[in-house]
């Protein structure tokens, strides 16, 4: 028999995980910065690089993109997200037999201009909240009646 608080607890991660929530994709994936990204297919690299987050997004009309050193990430398009520190920290977002690697290539708390990345960040919200809200497929309401 199933403790009554069990019920009602929301999952917690700390440094390792899984994600299936989009909401919550979208809240480890927007506060990445510049990567160094690995496309796998069968465990098999296709293809490597490095480049910025510029958006993450959920809805069913666009594709993730990775050009010009630029990724878009469309979270609809994975079936969950895997969060790891061992070795290193690492995002696996996996959909079938293909899965995007991100290794974080910078660390906001040794950056110099904290004040500068902290405006950043708002300005990123801001954009995402924005742009959510507009996404009929992600539910932006924290708080349910």
């Known amino acids: ?14 440094e390792y995980g899984t994600i299936y929530s989009k909401r919550d994709m979208i809240r480890v994936l927007r506060d990445l910065d510049r990567v160094e990204y690995f496309d796998l297919i069968d465990d098999s690299i296709v293809a ?13 009309n666009d594709s993730t993109l990775v050009f010009n050193n630029r990724l878009h990430i469309n979270v609809n398009g994975f079936e969950y997200l895997k969060l790891k520190t061992h070795p290193k920290k690492e995002i696996l977002l996996y959909s079938g037999h293909r899965a995007i690697r991100l290794k974080p290539l910078t660390n906001i708390l040794n950056s110099d ?3 500068s990345i902290e405006e950043e960040i708002d300005e990123q919200r801001i954009a995402l909240a924005s742009q959510l809200a507009c996404d009929n497929e992600v539910d932006l309401n924290y708080y349910n009646d």
């Open 1 to 14: 028999m199933k403790n009554a608080g069990e019920e009602n607890q929301i999952p917690c991660l700390v």
């Open 48 to 60: 490597q690089g490095e480049g910025y987050v510029i958006e993450v997004y959920a809805n069913s």
């Open 113 to 115: 201009g904290n004040a």
